[in-house]
């Protein structure tokens, strides 16, 4: 629907994967303003929920039937719920699907904020700039794996554990035949049972952390039987694939010349480093790793919005408890708010929207979302008690290793940057480096350029265009009344 | 089924997949070498965020080939450097 058709002052929310289709749908349910939902994806769904786009030609009997993946997706139930009722809202001429739209920034403007998006739908060289008005602003972006560089990282085959993910369930593509899978968290399981069921041969997966931490959290375990269930189902997977769960191991180092031929792994000792007597090689044709999740603020921090940190000190968004930030008019919800899942993220959608229609603080429903954010949320917090990062995470690093991917920069020049040149966070190193500078702007180094440094996670950069755009967009903008 | 063109080769793909899914379902996995040292790169993240992937697609330089879609007839090719005009 082009600009000038959509209402000029409905609620715009950028994310449609869960939180943000929750969002939709509750303000569909509960108010009468008009939605506009934006995704940089081919549909709805986000990470989560993701799907391969839809064919063209829908008569085209090779092409990807979502129906095909049901399998590699969870609570697909309530993802068909959210949907129809974002379709109806459509059909009601009260809601608009934007997909391939990618925002790339936000300004405050009278009323509300402009909403300034890059349609890519029309594929390379036809991209189009669209600016949007909104009374209300969601953030539902989400977030992308974590990474942590090692020898061999940057090898072809090696990929984060997300973007196995990704290829399996948009592209009904199982990289192999033979996979690794490492890292920490709950994620690990699902993964490696989606490529075992799609016939990838799981060599591994090399879980850092032991299954003994979470006996120390079993309040929040007890509070989310449904959690415990869904891990299990992953692990029966495993179990009947015959893939061997590895605890307190990491894959330390990834070996090949064009592609990655090997990982080797080695256990941790009780402080979180990796033992060289326990070295072991393992021929793999591909590896996913992933150190959880890092939520994407780009939009929160473009706009001043105060954050703070989660359980495991990543700086999230602050919002209240009808999730509004410190920013008027903007709310945000999901995994923006602190990586805790697609159940917290619904929860929070729904929230966010009963916040915006101005529902009462005291009707049941609305006790009952909080309630359920709450006790995800400890949940959540469980999670990444149970799942740090490994202190001896970079014991494996040399000094050629790569660890700016962009721009080429080695762990040696960034250690360098930190024990001679006086660098204690990533923005210093990243002044005398570059590492971080480049295309990603830090997003894939920049978790581990912190820790390098002795830091936390520290202040998330701000990145003040949230996806990188062709000039020819930023010259075709027409200037419009706002 | 429908084919785009990846350098002199032919590529199969199934509606729906993305650039980068087909050609990694052919068993490519690289498709790019970096500036400095030359190093051979293909799908990292998988969803847009670490531009490892880039091609040039229809003569658009560094276009990410795990967001773009395969359609029957375009026109990719492999991309040396980061793919930005200056080099
Ligand atoms: S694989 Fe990371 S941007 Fe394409």
Known sequence: MPLSDLPPDGVVIVGAGPAGLACAATLLDQGDTFVTVLDAGSGAG??????PAPPADSSDPGALRPDAMRGLH??????????????????????????????????????????????????????????????????????????????????????TAGGLQALLKAGDVALGPRVAVGGTGPFLLPVAAGLADRGATVVGVFEANSPTRWLRELRAVAANRTKLAEGAGYAATLLRRRVPVRTRTMIVEAHGRERVEAVTVARLDASGHPRRDTHRRIEVDAVGVGWGFSPQLDLAVTLGCALTADASGTPVVQVDEWQRTSRSGVSAAGEACGVGGAA?????????????????????????????????????????????????????????????????????????????RGATDARQVKQLTRAGMGWCQGRVCGHAVELLAGGGSGSPAERLVSTPLPLGVLASRKSRAM | MSTFRFDDVSIPFRDGQSVGAALVAQGILSWRTTRLEGRPRGLFCGIGICFDCLVTVDGVPSQRACLVRARDGLDVTTQEGSGYAAE
């Open chain 1, 46 to 51: 986000g990470q989560y929920w993701r799907q």
């Open chain 1, 74 to 159: 969870h609570d697909l139930g309530t993802f068909a719920e959210l949907r129809s009722r974002l379709e109806a809202g459509q059909a009601a001429g009260r809601a608009s699907l934007l997909t391939d739209h990618h925002v790339w920034t936000v300004v405050a403007a009278e009323g509300g904020h402009v909403v300034h998006a890059v349609d890519r739908s029309g594929g390379p060289g036809r991209e189009r700039a669209v600016e949007l008005r909104a009374r209300h602003l969601v953030i539902a972006t989400g977030a992308h794996d974590r990474s942590l560089p090692f020898p061999g990282w940057d090898l072809p085959g090696v990929l």
């Open chain 1, 344 to 420: 917290l993220a619904v929860a929070e959608g729904r929230l966010a929207a009963r916040g915006i229609v101005g529902a009462s603080a005291s009707d049941a429903e609305t006790a009952g979302l909080r309630e359920e954010v709450a006790r995800l949320r400890a949940f959540a917090a469980a999670m990444h008690r149970a799942h740090p990062v490994p202190a001896g995470w970079a014991d494996a690093l040399r000094s050629e290793t790569v660890v700016c991917r962009c721009e080429e920069v080695s762990a040696g020049t960034v250690r360098h940057a930190i024990a001679e």
